[in-house]
């Protein structure tokens, strides 16, 4: 029997990671965000602020032209070695128990492979804004602009890796509004899924 | 203080009205689809049938130049009438009391002017082929050629007077895959959120 798994795509800002950790909390299994960007450095040999800025944003800018520069003579990128790392580490994650992951395309990657609720969570660009600058407090460039910018390039990753459309509802069983709903609603929709 | 409204948007076959109708009556408020077509033909004096497809689907083919065409001399044509049609009946029932709202975009009509809770249902092709023959039975068309082209005459109607994507899940605060959680489990889901 496959494990159940709970996997959390989210736009950057939308709390999505707290609510992975808090569903996880109630459903008294393990939540993989952090964890898995180490899991993912020592199974690759890549360097943690690669594998947490490259597994999951496209670069700022001339990505495609970027992505095929980066292959050596034999096709091969080193972005194609993190993806590959990626899916093992998420598969055997997926096979040893139930769990939540959050981001880095699980749903993509266990899509034949366990047995998934797909989440999606989103909010308003004001929510976003909002919480980005509660999280991680003030930068330079605005919040708004931080926003757009994150959320251009997941969207860029996740089409090149998985030939899916990110943030179509058709892709997720549960698609939730935080910034309307709230964390601890949607932790509470999630849970009584599982 | 405005009503709290549910507006249903759904794939055909997805099960979506079947989920209104069941989650206006546990809360015990109306739910609002065929009376809809029943109103905005009496408002437009328009025919019953015209407004059923019309109303929510964009013509079989050459969608953009047959809605230019349809126009008079003043730039009028008998689509812009029925959506006058639709939308001042939409706005004065959510004037009126709480309710379900299923359909015509209903979402968009009532973004500024009321308390929504804006749903979104969906499920796979397989299993909307399925419903849609045990519901409307067998037709000379696969169901999912049916499906198809339902799909795509829905979401080019919603784009043309709405300007925003169907089926994209930031567009509304709930998307459910009635597929995968059972038309139940939606019910129960959107019902709780009211």
New interface residues.
Partial sequence: MKNRIITISREFGSGGRTIGKETAAKLSIPCYDEELIEKIAEKSGLAREYVRERGEYAPTTGWIGNALAERDYSGHSLRDELWNAQRSVILELAEKEPCVIVGRCADYILKDAADCLTV?I?ASMKKRAERIVQVYGEREETPEKRLTDKDKRRRAYYQLYTDMIW????N??????SG??GID?CVK?IA??F
């Fill in positions: 999606f989103h943030g179509e509802a058709k997720y069983q549960l698609a939730l509004d309307i709903l609603r929709i009584e899924q």
